[in-house]
């Protein structure tokens, strides 16, 4: 049997750690790029001289002509919101046509997932988790309840409008005793919703058949994640966490294809790190300080342009993140933000009423308490942006590599010094080969 050639790329952190860049680098070597979960909250952006493009939805593959987009059955699909990133795309000399494949098994987001969301999220006050109200969580929870709608659906019309009617009246009910909503008019937004969505029919296909099929051709797939695997649904910090499978295990059932059919993971992960709305966060810095790394690396959401909390790399996050997802390689992203400080701090443990714990706590209340041992090391004080040699790096980059590696017990295979394509150092030329072809 031949040996998997397909691999998933994750987020280690909480997401926002510059995966689009990443999987723009490595869909040069693929033929498909797939995307597993998640919805139109995810901003993967990438810089293709001195264009940039935020992608949402649609795999960041698409960017690149001779290459297959695939949205998976994992996914939530908000038709307005696709509809928009195609016209945006095209609009940018991205020709999208038949490139872009959509699960007929995927989730459909409705407008009353948005408002639902928006008032439970109001509701909650200062427990609130931090959501970008766009329906998605809700989607997922009509998926998990059996009450969804799939984009198959809109292929009958006539089935469609009596669902969507049925699922509305109870929506109404429901958000008028839990949240005292306004009921959502039927005849406001049905028939228009469905003359939407019934646009994104002619892209529709049994991604698993198709995927599959490639496969057995000898075509390869890049599995692209979306948020980053702390926000996991299952392993994150819950319950400040995404209503999805972000982790690469997720790849397999987003999409329909077996998990000995994907050969490797690879994590991507910020130089330091960030997170957006509420939840733990050992390594935050706060002050002056994380305020001057928010504005040198650019620290708002993509989509929403929201400010994220900073701080320092946590070793044993990136450790529970390699486990979860068995890392066969780690990207760096945004090393040149580090460049001006004299001294970085590693988050390289946790203790808890004077223990050192051995993993990642599961109860939420205990992490938000976690003391941070920290080690010190040197900063380089030189700028690595654009840089695209290893032997360019200051001998304190490599260090700190090195030193990030060692901690995490993944090797780091590429750095990115800057947003543009080619801004990227390979730090062992023979990966994707070994990668793609050995495997």
């Keep these: ?134 329906g998605i969580g809700p989607s997922y929870e009509d998926k998990a309840g059996r009450r969804g709608l799939r984009t198959c659906d809109v292929r009958n019309p006539e089935n469609f409008l009596h669902k969507c009617r049925e699922v509305l009246a109870e929506k109404n009910r429901i958000a008028s005793v839990l949240f005292g909503g306004e009921p959502l008019e039927e005849e406001q937004w049905v028939e228009g919703y469905f003359a939407t969505a019934c646009r994104i029919v002619p892209y529709l296909t049994d991604s698993s058949v198709y995927l599959n099929r490639e496969i057995d051709r000898g075509k390869r797939v890049l599995f692209e994640g979306a948020q980053g695997t702390l926000l996991d649904l299952d392993h994150g910090t819950y319950p400040f966490v995404t209503s999805s499978s972000a982790a690469a295990g997720g790849a397999s059932t987003g999409t329909g294809v077996g998990p000995t059919r994907i050969g490797a993971a690879i994590g991507v992960s910020k130089a330091y790190a960030t997170r957006v709305g509420g939840g733990a966060f050992p390594t935050e810095v706060l002050g002056p300080e994380g305020e001057k790394l928010r504005e040198r690396g650019g620290e708002y959401g993509a989509v929403t342009g929201r400010p994220r909390r900073c701080g320092w790399f946590d070793v044993p996050a990136a450790r529970l993140s390699a486990r979860l997802n068995h890392l066969e390689a780690m990207v760096i992203t945004k090393l040149d933000i580090l460049d001006h400080l004299a001294e ?6 946790y203790e808890f009423k004077g223990k050192l714990l051995s993993e990642v706590p599961a109860e939420i209340e205990v992490l938000e308490q976690v003391k941070v041992r920290t080690r010190v090391i040197p900063g380089w004080q030189q700028s690595t942006f654009g840089l695209r040699d290893y032997s360019q790096l200051p001998a304190g980059a490599r260090d700190y590599l090195r030193l990030l590696a060692d901690e995490v017990g993944v090797e780091v295979a590429m750095v990115s010094t800057g947003p543009e394509r080619g801004q990227a150092i390979w730090l062992k030329e023979s990966f994707l080969a070994d990668l793609v072809n050995a495997r």
């Design 1 to 134: 049997m031949a040996k998997p050639t397909s691999v998933v790329v994750v987020g280690v952190q909480w997401g926002d750690e510059g995966k689009g860049k990443v999987v723009d680098a490595l869909a040069e070597h693929f033929d498909i790029v797939a995307r597993y979960q998640g919805g139109a909250n995810a901003g993967h952006t990438v810089v293709v001289d001195g264009t940039k493009f935020v992608l949402q939805l649609i795999p960041t593959g698409i960017i690149r002509p001779d290459k297959i987009a695939v949205i998976g059955n994992g996914v939530v699909v908000d038709p307005e919101a696709l509809l928009r990133e195609i016209e945006t795309l095209e609009r940018a000399g991205v020709e999208v046509g038949d490139r872009l494949l959509i699960s007929d098994r995927a989730h459909l987001i409705l407008p009353y997932h948005r408002a639902h969301e928006l008032a439970a999220e109001q509701a909650r006050g200062v427990g609130k988790i931090g959501t970008t109200s766009k």
């Design 344 to 349: 970085i701090p590693v988050g390289v443990a």
